[in-house]
């Protein structure tokens, strides 16, 4: 399967722990954007990859959080310090340069304690 | 700032009734994109609308996008139980760089 995958899948955390999710986009999709979903709401934008370059944030992204994409490739999302306000699922998308289509992963669940 | 916004956001539909969801949104774009999602899954892509009077159909489900009157329709043709589902519509500015702002989602379930 070449979808979008993340990982893990869900994750349970007491509060003021830190946390890290891995993305892998589809191969050669070369943007990357992380999204939050809580529950009955719609995805909010996080942030955004155009290789491995960071070029938008979200004011929803507080100084806890950080992203990387370091080669280009996968991207993992940190969250440092939780809290029960993080609570939500991490959604993350790829697209190609070619087509403005984004696909989406399966979500990490965050539960914070 | 770009908003998005759904009506109805819940809907309870018959078998085999046709209903029409509707999106509005705020500021100019070209875009518009259409994700279902059901509990506890992921977005799934339905249609991309990439321009002023497109119109895509796929099984019972039409999309239609107005972008001179900022809307875009979801059409239900003789709905089925299997669509019961959360719908989003979502909507990026034009320069094409930017993330998606969805909506709120209308969830719809589909009685018998």
């Known amino acids: 399967d070449t979808g979008v995958s993340q990982d893990p899948r869900h994750k349970i955390t007491k509060r003021g722990q830190n946390v890290t999710f891995r993305c892998d986009p589809i191969s050669e999709h070369n943007r990357l954007y992380w999204y939050r979903q809580t529950l009955g709401q719609g995805p909010e934008f996080l942030t955004y990859f155009q290789n491995e370059a960071q070029l938008e944030k979200s004011r929803l992204l507080s100084d806890r959080f950080s992203a990387e994409r370091p080669k280009g490739s996968f991207s993992t999302l940190e969250i440092q310090r939780t809290e029960q306000g993080d609570s939500a699922m991490y959604l993350c998308?790829?697209?190609?340069?070619?087509?403005?289509?984004?696909?989406f992963g399966p979500g990490t669940r965050l539960t914070v304690t | 700032e770009l908003k998005v916004e759904q009506n109805p956001l819940f809907l309870s539909m018959q078998e085999g009734k046709n209903y029409t969801i509707y999106c509005n949104y705020s500021t100019t774009s070209d875009r518009l994109y259409w994700y279902r999602q059901d509990p506890g899954k992921s977005l799934e892509s339905l249609f991309v609308?990439?321009?002023?009077?497109a119109v895509k159909q796929e099984g019972r489900l039409m999309a239609s996008l107005d972008t001179k009157a900022r809307l875009s329709t979801l059409h239900i043709t003789a709905a089925v139980h299997d669509l019961s589902a959360t719908y989003f519509c979502a909507v990026d500015m034009t320069s094409g760089n930017t993330p998606l702002v969805f909506g709120k989602g209308t969830r719809l379930s589909v009685i018998a």
């Open positions: 609308l990439l321009s002023n009077g």
């Open positions: 998308a790829s697209r190609s340069g070619l087509t403005y289509e984004q696909y």
